[in-house]
């Protein structure tokens, strides 16, 4: 596994890695937040768990009001238990432009992914 930024940090030279874990999406949902990025889409921002670069993902986002941000760990109790309306489970992975040595041509980021659960919360 990488080594994991302090927040705010600068990226890491890491070679590239196809790589998750526990971690990275627990970091994820410390780290990013969710804004309006326009009509029907909400933007989430952050910095990558295992690199640090700073990434923006659009997620279409029409029937939700406000969204929360749950860690993988979560995502899969709430999801055996009883998902709720309005839950979504978002897959990320890292998109940086940054220098990873060994990156697939053609491929972008460093390799790492994890997954979010984006949930409407109530008004």
């Known amino acids: ?12 030279d890491l070679p590239y890695e196809e790589i998750t874990a526990p971690e990275y999406a627990a970091l994820a949902a410390a780290l990013f937040t ?30 939700f009001r406000r969204l929360r941000l749950i860690p993988f760990q979560d995502v899969v109790r709430r999801l055996r238990a009883a998902p709720r309306a309005g839950d979504r489970v978002e897959p990320m992975l890292c998109t940086c432009e940054d220098t990873h040595p060994g990156r697939p041509e ?12 984006l949930t409407e919360e109530p008004g």
């Open 1 to 12: 596994m990488g080594v994991t930024p302090p927040p705010g940090s600068q990226p890491l």
């Open 34 to 63: 969710l804004e309006e990025g326009g009509p029907d889409v909400t933007v989430l921002r952050g910095s990558c768990p295992r690199c640090g670069a700073v990434l923006e993902v659009p997620v279409a986002a029409q029937v």
């Open 106 to 117: 053609g491929r972008a980021g460093c390799g790492a992914y994890w997954t979010l659960l």
